[in-house]
Each structure stands twice: as structure tokens, then as C-alpha cells.
């Protein structure tokens, strides 16, 4: 019970809209150890980015909450740092800026100017971008930016990284190839981490739970699915392997045998 | 699109689709008065098509224009030729109407004799109400200059702030719509009753010539941030003033400056009318005093000088703009 790291109690969110209020989210219950790694998977628009969005504190819930070491999230912080789908780096700054603000802003106060270079250049080096310090944005590829994305955030030594669909803009062999940084990094550092994704192949790959969520208005979590498969994971041998396909099964078998989008029919 | 940039959009509540995008309102706009500038240059580097092809080789072509000449020359002549024929065909509407139509205004000859003898010595001076040509140029851009640089001083905070904040928005959006629409010359009584002088008041005139569109093109941009940035920011727990500091002038830069070369080129054009009206040294007076010595050919020479004056002030701001504007660089 006091175990719990990250608790998100009877989160509801209802938005008012025109024609009268609209309930996103009902009753979201969900508790999150700490260094594990939670992949939230649903149809787009099931409101997966909303759960996201108020456990970061850009958006308040209406109903319940979100708790995070027995504190109660009210306001977006460094400590819940978000790794936004689209990179969101400011193009005017180069990637070493992109990274040493937050690093200047979280550690401005604890850490010497060095320090914080050396703070700045390690994180870029995790993400194996430490080439291209003098870049801006719009001189690197889409997954480099995402990659200076996870940096950024990373550095802010956040108590849980909060990933919003982080690869859903990036081509398939960019992706993988993130998953995989991102598992190194993950083994490396033992984050909590609280990741939306709507790939089923990324979810059991990357993830310790996968949590279903049902399609809305009013949605909530169906499912809650362990994965069982040991660390360090190597994609390649997974693709053969029994469980594997046995949590793929189980996901697919959620979300288009239990819940249908309704949109996409 | 080439509309919205002094249209009062931004004025209004909540975000519209044309502050959304990306782009600094008003490019298009701004970049309009720019290919006359341009033009010559980067013509060269244009994919040439058969028309333009076929309309040079009878007339252009040097007898050395040949398979054997080098490529370049080709080029030369494709990019000069086009404005030159422009040129031409003015300069012989102009001897036309002056040999044929109205003999007051002296043709292209007479004009070139006279421009030699101003430009001969720009910058004498023979009393206070007798100066050259360039001492005319150099006082009306110090006023526009001046007026400018206090509308960007103002302007720039106050777009920000108009910007930043919806209740701002709300108190100061009908007062700019009801002043922008005014020629700022109206405002030039005004002007001289504040300060009882005339080169204050032709300042002032220049200030509100130049604040609409510093102010609009400010706001503008500062609607226009994604609000991933803004995220960014709030992660982070940035201060208002960081906030101000780090996100929302380095984003807005290439609005603001597009606001500032806009407003600078609008300026350029308001001086010689406003002068027209106070008199003193400077360019547009310098056009009515011709004017009423019945001396047209100077007026032509002036007529030529503040539109080369345009071009460079308008080059000088596209410079700086590219500085400024992180969109442009990479790819």
C-alpha cells in the first residue's frame, strides 16, 4: 500500500462544451511503483493524452486526483517531466541550449556552471546525440529531435517521465531504434516511467503494465495487463517468442474484439 | 494572407487561423514591396522557360551570343534585359508626354542634366533654408528613423502585453481599431499643438504611422506560439519574466520583425507627405518648394532618390530580418 509511487485516485474530467458538459474520463484508478514502466494504450481519443496531461498538471481533473510520493499534483513541474509527441524544442535554441535550460532551471541553484555543462553533455550522450551540441532543430531528423526531447526531459531528474505517444510521428525503423535507446536508458537509470502509445508492439516491448483503456465518452481503464517477459529485451528474439505473442494476443485482442472504435468502423 | 497582417484579427478574442500559423503574419505583405529590390539578382538563378527563352534571342543576343559563349553571359543578359525593357518603355511614355502632352514636365534629357548638376554637390549648404539634396534626405530620415525607433519602443512591450494577456486585449482592441484606419497625417495638428514645433510633430507623425503595425504583428506572433512551447515553460516552471525572456520574444523575433520592416517602409512614404505639410528641410518639403518655384525637374530627381532610399531601407531591414529569423535556417 505505502509502497505506491504514483497513484491516480477516481480521476474524472469533465469538459463543458457547447452542448452541455462532456465527461472525458470516470473513475481512473490506477497505482504505479516506483522504476516501473507503465504503457497507457487505447484508441485515439479515448482521452489516454487527458490521464497524461493531468498527472504532468497541465490540466486539472474534475473528479479525484493524481498523487506522487503522498503530494497531491496541482501544477506542472520539472519533476514530472514530459516528453511532448512533437519534440516541442524550442528552434531558436540549439540542441545543448534545448537541454541546459532545463538543466539551468532545475539545478540553477545546486549545481556549479560545470556541472551543469557536464550534467547537459551527459544527458545529450544517454541519447547518444552528443554530435550534435551546436545543431538547432531544424538542422536534425525527426527522431534526433525526439531523441534531444527525452534529454531535456531526462535531465530534469524527473521522479516520473511522462511520454505522450513520444514515437507516433517517427518512420518504423526510427522508432525501433528509439525503443531501444529508450530501454537502455530505462535499464541504466530505472525511471518510473508513464508512457501513451497507441503501438501495440511498443507497448509489450517496452512496458511492466499495460493499461487498456476504453474507448469514451466517459472512458475509464478495461484492462490491466502484466507483462511477464524478462529484462534486457532484445526485440528480435521476442519476435519468436511464445509470451510475447501471447501479450500482443491479449492487447489486439482488447482493443478491437472489446473495444471497437467506433470512428474507425 | 496578405491582408491579415494589419487586419485587427489578433485584436479579437481567442486564436484565429491565421494567427495560428506558423509563419510571421504579413510575410507575404512584406515581401511584396521586396522583389522590386530583388528582382535583378536571383532572376539568374531562375528556371528559364522557352518564352522567356525565344523573347531575349531575337533582341538580346551580342553578336558574340553564341553556342560558344560562356553561360554566364546568357544569364547576364536574361536577368538585366526584362528591366531594362521596363525602363525603356517608361522613359519613352515619359519623353512622350513631355514633348507631346504636357510640356511643363521636362522630358528624360532635360531631367538627367538637371539630376547631374543636384548630385553634383548633395551636401552644400547655403543657408538655413538652402541645403543640397542629401541634407534634405539625411534630415527626413532622422525623423523616421526617430518616430520608428519610439514606436518599436513602445509598441513592441505593448503588442506583447496585448498578446500575452485576453483582458488587455479586451480594453485596448476597439481603441487601435478606431485609430489604425486614420491617416497619421491627420494627426499632425494635433502633433503641433503638443509640441509647439514642427520637426517634434513630423516625429509624432512617423510614431503613429509606425506603432499599428509593430503592435498588431507583436500580438499577432505572440498568439501564434504553439502551445508546446508554452508547456515547455510550464514544466519547467518558468517565471512570468522568464517566460517573457525566454519564450516569448525569441519567438515572436520574426513577427516583430516583420512588424518593424513593414511599419519603417509606411513610414518612408508618410515623411514626404507630412514635411509637404510643416515645411523646414527635408525631402517632401524639399519636393513642394520645387514645386512652387515651378522647378518640376527636381521634383523627378527627388521622385527617383526617395525610391532608392525605399529599396535600401527596405534591404537594410531584410538583412537584419534574416538574422533574426531562426525559421530560415538549416534545410
Known amino acids: ?265 | 494572407m496578405t491582408t491579415h497582417v494589419l487586419s485587427p484579427d489578433v485584436l479579437n478574442d481567442g486564436r484565429t487561423d491565421s494567427a495560428r500559423s506558423q509563419n510571421p503574419a504579413g510575410q507575404g505583405l512584406a515581401a511584396q514591396a521586396a522583389p522590386a529590390a530583388r528582382e535583378g539578382v536571383p532572376a539568374v538563378a531562375e528556371p528559364q522557360d522557352g518564352a522567356r527563352k525565344r523573347r531575349s534571342a531575337p533582341q538580346g543576343d551580342p553578336p558574340a551570343g553564341n553556342a560558344a559563349s560562356p553561360n554566364w553571359a546568357e544569364a547576364i543578359i536574361r536577368a538585366t534585359l526584362p528591366p531594362l525593357l521596363t525602363f525603356g518603355v517608361v522613359l519613352g511614355i515619359w519623353a512622350f508626354i513631355s514633348a507631346a502632352i504636357v510640356p511643363d514636365i521636362p522630358g528624360p534629357g532635360a531631367t538627367f542634366e538637371h539630376a547631374k548638376e543636384v548630385l553634383a554637390d548633395p551636401f552644400y549648404q547655403a543657408g538655413p533654408n538652402d541645403m543640397g539634396i542629401g541634407w534634405q534626405v539625411l534630415f527626413s530620415l532622422s525623423r523616421v528613423l526617430s518616430g520608428f525607433a519610439l514606436a518599436a519602443l513602445v509598441g513592441i512591450p505593448l503588442g506583447l502585453l496585448i498578446g500575452m494577456s485576453q483582458p488587455v486585449r479586451r480594453a485596448l482592441g476597439p481603441l487601435i481599431q478606431i485609430l489604425r484606419p486614420v491617416s497619421p497625417l491627420a494627426w499632425l495638428p494635433i502633433g503641433l499643438l503638443l509640441f509647439k514645433a514642427v520637426n517634434p510633430s513630423a516625429v509624432f507623425v512617423i510614431f503613429i504611422t509606425s506603432i499599428w503595425p509593430i503592435i498588431l504583428n507583436t500580438a499577432a506572433g505572440v498568439q501564434a506560439i504553439p502551445q508546446d512551447y508554452l508547456n515547455v515553460a510550464k514544466v519547467l516552471q518558468l517565471g512570468r519574466w522568464d517566460v517573457t525572456r525566454k519564450i516569448l520574444l525569441p519567438a515572436t523575433r520574426p513577427h516583430i520583425m516583420t512588424g518593424m520592416r513593414l511599419s519603417l517602409g509606411i513610414g518612408w512614404m508618410v515623411i514626404v507627405a507630412a514635411e509637404m505639410l510643416t515645411g523646414g528641410i527635408g525631402i517632401g518639403f524639399y519636393v513642394w518648394d520645387e514645386w512652387n518655384n515651378l522647378n518640376v525637374a527636381s521634383i523627378i530627381v527627388a521622385i527617383g532618390i526617395i525610391g532608392l532610399v525605399g529599396i535600401l531601407l527596405e534591404t537594410v531591414m531584410d538583412r537584419i530580418q534574416r538574422r533574426f529569423d531562426y525559421t530560415r535556417g538549416g534545410h
Open chain 1, 1 to 265: 500500500m505505502n509502497r505506491t509511487y504514483l497513484q491516480l485516485d477516481h480521476l474524472g474530467i469533465t469538459f463543458p462544451t457547447p452542448k452541455g458538459p462532456f465527461c472525458a474520463l470516470q473513475d481512473v484508478n490506477l497505482r504505479i511503483d516506483k522504476g516501473e514502466f507503465i504503457a497507457i494504450i487505447g484508441h485515439s481519443g479515448c482521452g489516454k493524452s487527458t490521464v497524461l496531461n493531468i498527472v504532468a498538471g497541465l490540466l486539472r481533473a474534475t473528479v479525484g486526483g493524481a498523487i506522487l510520493e503522498n503530494r497531491e499534483v496541482t501544477e506542472p513541474g520539472p519533476e514530472r517531466a514530459v516528453v511532448f509527441q512533437n519534440h516541442s524544442l524550442l528552434p531558436w535554441l540549439t540542441v545543448y541550449d534545448n537541454v541546459r535550460i532545463a538543466v539551468d532551471k532545475v539545478f540553477g541553484a545546486r549545481k556549479t556552471k560545470q556541472e551543469r555543462d557536464a550534467w547537459t553533455c551527459h544527458n545529450l550522450e544517454l541519447v547518444h546525440m552528443e554530435h550534435a551540441l551546436d545543431k538547432r532543430p531544424n538542422e536534425i531528423s525527426g527522431g534526433m529531435k525526439q531523441r534531444v526531447g527525452i534529454a531535456r526531459a531526462l535531465a530534469m531528474e524527473p521522479k516520473v517521465l511522462l511520454m505522450d505517444e513520444p514515437f507516433g510521428a517517427l518512420d518504423a525503423l526510427t522508432r525501433a531504434h528509439l525503443q531501444d535507446s529508450l530501454m537502455e536508458i530505462h535499464g541504466k537509470l530505472g525511471n518510473t516511467v508513464l508512457m501513451i502509445t497507441h503501438d501495440v508492439d511498443e507497448a509489450v516491448l517496452l512496458s511492466d503494465r499495460i493499461v487498456m483503456m476504453t474507448t469514451g465518452p466517459a472512458a475509464t481503464i478495461g484492462e490491466v495487463l502484466d507483462v511477464g517477459l524478462e529484462r534486457p529485451r532484445d526485440r528480435l528474439s521476442l519476435a519468436a517468442d511464445a509470451d510475447y505473442n501471447h501479450y500482443r494476443a491479449e492487447v489486439l485482442r482488447f482493443l478491437h474484439a472489446r473495444q471497437r472504435n467506433p470512428r474507425a468502423a
